[in-house]
């Protein structure tokens, strides 16, 4: 039996935009034994699932608190029983989704023949040894160059085949009865028109203004909707004052569910309306159609996960900006409620400050494509293609994505530069000048201080280098060496004809 370990802990949305993995391992590894290693609070949208077949859930604050006490060893001795009884079941392989340090340490502890991700050297430093993990962290740096929505860049990294996204979250028929109990106890029989709307979101710049869902939820109810205002209990206080404007056509779920209890609700709506938020990705995980507000992050990145929900992205010369808190919040000051209103319609809406987007999947990949006039775009079509190509050799361009003659430039440019990398490191190890390390360094900065894809291909290669132990000062040179060739190689495969 294959036995496999997928870490990705401390984020509810994430953990079921990870989801899609899971069912892509079980299609292509029937008999594998898959566990999933979460924080324990964020293991809501794993429960039930039929691909997961064990929950490893980790009391990360409780250790924290007791690692950090006078009595510091019982937290370390806490962590250590956690690690051993992790051990004792046997592990194959780690598919190290997170990007916090100290899941790296713990998938090294966990001792797994095969590592992918993040996981820290005996040699002391952190590595990601496999090429789309470092994709991924090169992405932040350079985020013009990727079209690739997080989920099918973990699939990449696990080595399975996109999904289509939808049905990734599984309901139990109990859970499923005791949200339509609740509903019916709240003046909502289940047959009934209803919409679900969750004002909260973890940050403030990504929260949609409390009068906006008023003033789309009193439209709503003259239509026949009941609508349910979602949330958590730290968020109560906004959602009541929401479902309190609504009047009589209205039911306060936020603080009185559960999140489990709440995903069980949605599939009973005829939609949600929700900024980017683990509500959005439960949604569109249960098939859930799903009109999301976004702003200062990316729906190409963590949009909702499926075919034909509506993204309407506010727009700021920012943007994306991933900025957690805004003083203007101008990207989702500028979503008006009669755009999400008409979207809902299915009516054209013109005249618009913002971009609408519909879901869907080309070639087993998610995209975002634009409904009327053209967007303020999120990344570059071409360049992207070129990243890309980079890491699929399979991969074929669409035609629609262009090309961009002045990127390849770049690119070839960043390849001659690789090469002089290469060989002032050859010179070191071959007559030991140490002028040569610094001419490497003072190319390194040059390659560093290129324009437009170059700064993809830069943060590539860092991590890369990055990776290389360097205890042993000549065997760890060797070793950049060879990430400096094997960087220029790929890049060469992207821009050839």
């Known amino acids: 039996m294959h036995r496999l370990i997928v870490m990705l802990p401390n984020n509810l949305g994430d953990v079921i935009m990870a989801l899609p993995v899971l069912e892509a391992i079980k299609a292509a590894r029937p008999h594998a034994r898959i566990s999933f290693f979460v924080e324990e609070g964020y293991e809501g949208g794993l429960l039930g699932n039929r691909c997961c077949d064990r929950i490893l859930k980790f009391p990360r604050k409780s250790i924290k608190a007791s690692a950090t006490a006078p009595q510091w060893y019982e937290g370390v001795a806490s962590l250590r029983s956690i690690v051993d009884e992790i051990k004792s079941d046997g592990c194959d392989a780690v598919i190290n989704l997170a990007q916090h ?109 409390s009068g906006a869902f008023i003033a789309l939820g009193k439209r709503l109810a003259r ?118 209103y008409g979207c809902i319609r299915g009516e054209t809406v013109v005249g618009r400050e913002c971009d609408i987007f519909t879901t869907g999947f080309s070639g087993g990949t998610f995209r975002t494509e634009p409904l009327g006039g053209p967007p303020h775009p999120y990344y570059d079509k071409a360049g992207a293609a070129l990243t890309r190509k980079a ?9 629609t994505d262009g090309d961009s003659p002045v990127e390849r430039s770049r690119s070839s440019l960043f390849i001659g ?42 943060a590539l290669l860092n991590i890369r280098l990055n990776s290389v132990p360097l205890l042993d000062p000549v065997a760890g040179i060797g070793l950049s060496i060879e990430q400096c060739r094997f960087t220029a190689e790929q890049i060469s495969r992207a821009v050839a004809p």
């Open 101 to 209: 340090p100290y899941v790296s340490y713990l998938a090294t502890l966990l001792d797994a023949s095969r590592t992918f991700g993040q996981r820290l050297l005996r040699e002391g430093n952190h590595a990601l040894p496999d090429v789309w993990s470092q994709y991924l962290y090169a992405v932040p740096f350079a985020r013009r160059y990727n079209a690739l929505h997080a989920t099918d860049v973990y699939c990449r990294i696990a080595g399975v085949t996109s999904g289509h996204g939808g049905t990734a979250v599984t309901i139990t028929p109990d859970e499923k009865t005791r949200a339509a109990n609740w509903l019916a106890d709240h003046g909502c029989p289940p047959d009934e028109r209803m919409a679900v709307v969750q004002p909260g979101a973890a940050w403030s710049s990504k929260r949609w203004p």
């Open 223 to 340: 239509d026949g909707y009941h609508i349910v205002v979602t949330g958590a209990a730290s968020e109560r206080p906004v959602a009541s004052a929401i479902a309190d404007a609504l009047g009589e056509r209205r039911l306060l779920a936020a603080g009185e569910l559960s999140f489990r209890e709440t995903m069980a609700l949605l599939p009973y709506g005829r939609f949600v309306v929700c900024g980017d938020t683990a509500v959005m990705h439960a949604a569109a995980a249960l098939g859930v159609k799903v009109y999301a507000l976004f702003g200062p992050t990316s729906p190409v990145e963590t949009g909702p996960y499926g075919n034909g929900h509506v993204v309407v992205a506010g727009r700021c010369p920012k943007r994306p900006c991933f900025a957690a808190e805004c003083t203007t919040r101008q990207c989702m000051q500028s979503i008006s409620p009669d755009t999400i």
């Open 391 to 399: 890491f699929e050799l399979e991969y074929a361009a669409d035609p």
């Open 417 to 458: 530069q690789c090469g002089k990398m290469e060989r002032l490191l050859g010179d070191y190890l071959a007559d030991r000048n140490p002028e040569r390390l610094r001419a490497f360094e003072r190319q390194r900065a040059e390659a560093a201080a290129g324009d437009g894809i170059i700064s993809f291909w830069n």
